[in-house]
T-cell receptor, first 112, second 117 residues
């Protein structure tokens, strides 16, 4: 089955700097890669996703890149702000009705 | 985005009692819902996949007789923790899969924090 590795587990950046979180997956059939942000005690919120027919997607300060050959995808947050502090999870899936396989999460701290 | 609700948001119960958690997709029909468990500072652990009108598929190591799942309609799935014990205390989150064009996107409920005394 699918296995998703996520790095780093913790990340601290200064406000205004960029943050990058990387994930690798094992199943070449996976074709959908969402990223979730989870604040303490709250539900994971979908912040951006990318499908296998696209190499990059951007939404304001957030971007995701996908390298299918290498089977890795990354989340990029630019101009970080304190409210970006949260745990971020990557996930991979090859069908919407099969379970998401999550990475172990990255705790991002943005220091003002 | 799609709205998924969960009830209750918090529950405290005595050891040995059963607790039912409801997961509803409010503005779409979800043929598939998923139940996750999350321990503090950990990732989401899939417990089971719930399909409307059929038996749930449980992940290895999850006791189906302890965590009863019922998916009675396209908008409702329930998780019942039977004979709860303190080690069952956790954050339980459901997600519902919504068809968007030719693909499916999963949306999470707000979670239920269960504390077993």
């Amino acid at each position: 089955g699918e296995n998703v590795e996520q790095h780093p587990s913790t990340l601290s950046v200064q406000e205004g700097d960029s943050a990058v979180i990387k994930c690798t997956y094992s199943d070449s059939a996976s074709n959908y890669f969402p990223w979730y942000k989870q604040e303490l005690g709250k539900r994971p919120q979908l912040i951006i996703d990318i499908r296998s027919n696209v190499g990059e997607k951007k939404d304001q300060r957030i971007a995701v890149t996908l390298n299918k050959t290498a089977k890795h995808f990354s989340l990029h947050i630019t101009e970080t702000q304190p409210e970006d502090s949260a745990v971020y999870f990557c996930a991979a899936i090859n069908s919407g009705n099969t379970p998401l396989v999550f990475g172990k999460g990255t705790r991002l701290s943005v220091i003002a | 985005g799609a709205v998924v609700s969960q009830h209750p948001s918090r529950v405290i119960c005595k050891s040995g009692t059963s607790v039912k958690i409801e997961c509803r997709s409010l503005d779409f029909q979800a043929t598939t819902m998923f139940w996750y468990r999350q321990f503090p500072k950990k990732s989401l652990m899939l417990m089971a996949t719930s399909n409307e009108g059929s038996k749930a598929t449980y992940e290895q190591g999850v006791e189906k007789d302890k965590f009863l799942i019922n998916h009675a309609s396209l908008t409702l799935s329930t998780l019942t923790v039977t004979s709860a014990h303190p080690e069952d205390s956790s954050f339980y989150i459901c997600s519902a899969s919504r068809r968007e064009g030719s693909t499916d996107t999963q949306y999470f409920g707000p979670g239920t924090r269960l504390t077993v005394l």
